[in-house]
């Protein structure tokens, strides 16, 4: 089952901040987040692990939650080129391999 | 170092036909996967090799089969194709460290676009 995403969308101001959540209803040992520009290749942002380690990637954050099997990913100070659609991809501790599970996406566009 | 590439591009089929997208990795990287994207949807596991030699299923295997060439190559072919395998298809590699716990960064190829008429 894939991890749920929200908000589906957000449209956002130069400058202003935004919070895109990812929550699973398995137990959860890292949770990875990819951007896709529009017609592109999804691209790596960051990996965060059991045990509440937070990575950062330019002014975008993310933590993890394990209790609630959930992460979130910061956006601060938004810019142009954040624009764009975020993924969340899970493994759970059940999972057999190195697979990810993608959510449904959420859709930023920044607009100056 | 192009990453990973595949062909074709763009591809159009009528309901029935086969075909097999390409795809190739120059970053000597052990693992490859398959993924398909429906318009406004997430990504889909279709198939992946943990290591050359080796294939497994996916969330949606049906209609596909795949072959691992060698290490560098991981095709994907559609036998019989139907119009509802209309999509975006991704192939991802990673290099997959042995002996930890998660997987490592997948690395995306531009995608193929497939119509099925």
């Known amino acids: 089952q894939q991890p749920v995403q929200s908000p589906q969308a957000v449209i956002l101001r130069e400058g202003e901040d935004a919070v895109i959540n990812c929550s699973s209803s398995?137990?959860?040992?890292?949770v990875h987040w990819y951007r896709q520009k529009h017609g592109e290749a999804p691209v790596f942002l960051m990996i965060l692990l059991k045990g509440g380690e937070q990575k950062g990637h330019e002014k975008i954050s993310a933590s993890f939650n394990e209790k609630k099997q959930q992460s979130s990913l910061y956006l601060t100070a938004s810019q142009l080129s954040y624009s764009g659609t975020y993924f969340c991809?899970?493994?759970?501790?059940?999972?057999?391999?190195?697979?990810?599970?993608f959510g449904g996406g959420t859709r930023v566009l920044v607009k100056p | 170092n192009a990453g990973v590439t595949q062909t074709p591009k763009f591809q159009v089929l009528k309901t029935g036909q086969s075909m097999t997208l390409q795809c190739a990795q120059d970053m000597n990287h052990n693992s490859m996967y398959w993924y398909r994207q429906d318009p406004g949807m997430g990504l889909r596991l279709i198939y992946y090799s943990a290591s050359e030699g080796t294939t497994d299923k996916g969330e949606v295997p049906n209609g596909y089969n795949v072959s691992r060439l060698n290490k560098r190559e991981f095709s994907l072919r559609l036998e019989s194709a139907a119009p509802s395998q209309t999509s975006v298809y991704f192939c991802a590699s990673s290099e997959e460290t042995s002996g930890r716990a998660f997987p490592d960064t997948q690395y995306f190829g531009p995608g193929t676009r497939l119509t099925v008429l």
């Open positions: 991809g899970t493994v759970d501790f059940k999972a057999a391999g190195n697979k990810l599970t």
């Open positions: 398995k137990a959860l040992y890292s």
